[in-house]
């Protein structure tokens, strides 16, 4: 890509990035959200996004392995050799902030990927995985138990709402 090419990319409104990248083959499903900053790899057509699905700033999805850069240049008989692996997220997940998945990785259904992980194997249903390289620590429902006290009833208010409520817990002790 030139580097016109990817200062248009950059500038360009997330919908009109999506719209293009589903003309290329990435299968996106319905009730998605896809925040800027993401990058889908050279090859969208390997990747599908299931329903109700959340993609945070900074996820990377690649769908190829760079590592054969070298095995070309070492091996004559490779020079023109590639590697790919599908990239496949089910439905209702969340990918945390700069998250990064590999070829080859499948996202069960309702899974939690934590921020900064990185994904280099299949995660099953019902889990949430973090770290370096991304390790499934505890399920969905375990997460939900364990935060339950934590949790705070603002996800449709206006900003001066929730900010309100928000500042309430915090001067009651509720927010560590």
Do not use: Q
């Amino acid at each position: 890509m030139s580097i016109i090419s990817t200062v248009v990319w950059k500038l360009m409104p997330g919908e009109k990035k999506l719209k293009k990248l589903r003309e290329r083959g990435l299968v996106i499903g319905e009730g998605c959200e896809i925040l800027n900053g993401y990058n889908f790899g050279s090859e969208p057509y390997l990747v599908e996004i299931g329903n109700n699905v959340r993609i945070t700033r900074g996820v990377n999805i690649t769908t190829h392995d760079g590592g054969v850069w070298v095995l070309r240049r070492k091996y004559p008989e490779l020079m023109d050799m590639d590697r790919f692996g599908k990239v496949k997220i089910g439905d209702n997940c969340h990918i945390g902030m700069n998250s990064l998945i590999m070829p080859g990785v499948t996202i069960g259904k309702n899974c939690i990927i934590g921020a900064g992980a990185i994904v280099t194997h299949d995660i099953p249903d019902d889990s949430v995985a973090v770290g370096v390289p991304a390790r499934v620590i505890e399920t969905v429902e375990e997460y939900m138990e364990k935060n339950r006290e934590d949790f705070l009833p603002t996800k449709n208010l206006r900003f001066d709402k929730k900010r309100a409520v928000v500042k309430r817990y915090c001067e009651e002790g509720l927010i560590r």
